[in-house]
């Protein structure tokens, strides 16, 4: 039973270009969130989507950061025009969502992106 | 803002049990505890989680005091590779799926 996976694991990109983060959840898990973990801090919640849904994004900056979890593939998170700042380990996790499980979120390796 | 508060680090010996704190004395009625870990620069993995009642699995017990005040994560037989920022995270139906990382509690186990 395959976990979360995440790709590209490392991921480097010139300032002012984009970056496009995949996310496959676990296979029965309809529900996916994104974390960034800048280096030396800890883990934020970015954005909760299920399908063709987004459910809070509270966390995603107002500019430049996208998410979509289609009917069908994987959930990308796309970075815009990136610049130095965003350079971070970018996690995604799933979970069943069923009442009572929802804090129950299995995660992936993480996308390491550099913006040189 | 986190609703818990651990210490930022311990030691544990090679084969020990492994008692890890955490305060959460503004939880709510219908939060549960969650802990999880992250070794070195993987992604966070998921031990336990529990409302009230202690509660065990193949990897940890989870020990909740009766106010729900705090808690207490225990690994039975620690091993160098549960060296990892441990978690514990107060988590409701208002979080709207968001889980709120702390500062955590670094656990380094020692041979």
Redesign the interface.
Known sequence: NAGVMQNPRHLVRRRGQEARLRCSPMKGHSHVYWYRQLPEEGLKFMVYLQKENIIDESGMPKERFSAEFPKEGPSILRIQQVVRGDSAAYFCASSPGTSGRSGEQYFGPGTRLTVT | DAKTTQPPSMDCAEGRAANLPCNHSTISGNE?V?WYR?IH??????II?GLKNNETNEMASLIITEDRKSSTLILPHATLRDTAVYYC?A?GSS??????????TTLQVKP
């Not at chain 2, 620069?41 to 998921?46: A, E, R």
């Not at chain 2, 979080?95 to 955590?104: D, S």
């Open positions: 549960y969650y992250q620069s993987q992604g966070p993995q998921y989680h995270i988590f979080n709207t799926g968001k889980l709120i990382f702390g500062q955590g």
